[in-house]
């Protein structure tokens, strides 16, 4: 069983930034794909950057590519969402995701394991 914790959410004007910090915690850390995903109230839920943790291979969404960063502090088990040039629409509360993988990680599998969330929001 994987438990998750997500942190670092809060307010921001736009054009800002704010990194997320996910804690991972019940399995060893290498052959996992992780992922970062957001909502809204009322919205399907997102997904926003994707990483293999054994070779740290990551996969984004189109409309967060080059303003966020998505990596990972092995000997921490800790996965990190860079957010820069933060935008009004990227408000949402933002979820850290796991599933079991050794080869591939790509954020349209079903992921496993989430968190509780943290939430960010930005003003214009």
């Known amino acids: 069983q994987v438990q998750l914790a997500e942190s670092g959410g809060g307010s921001v004007q736009a054009g800002g930034s704010l990194r997320l910090s996910c804690a991972a915690a019940?399995?060893?850390?290498?052959?996992?794909?992780m992922a970062w995903f957001r909502q809204t109230s009322g919205a399907e839920r997102e997904g926003v950057a994707a990483?293999?943790?054994?070779?740290?291979?990551?996969d984004y969404a189109a409309s967060v590519k080059g303003r966020f960063s998505i990596s990972q502090d092995n000997a921490k088990n800790t996965l990190y969402l860079q957010m820069n040039s933060l935008k009004p629409e990227d408000t949402a509360m933002y979820y850290c995701?796991?599933?079991?993988?050794?080869?591939?990680?790509?954020?349209?599998?079903?992921?496993?394991?989430w968190g509780q969330g943290t939430q960010v929001t930005v003003s214009s």
């Open positions: 019940g399995a060893t850390w290498r052959n996992y794909c």
């Open positions: 995701a796991a599933v079991e993988s050794r080869d591939h990680c790509a954020l349209f599998y079903a992921f496993e394991y």
């Open positions: 990483i293999l943790t054994t070779n740290g291979s990551p």
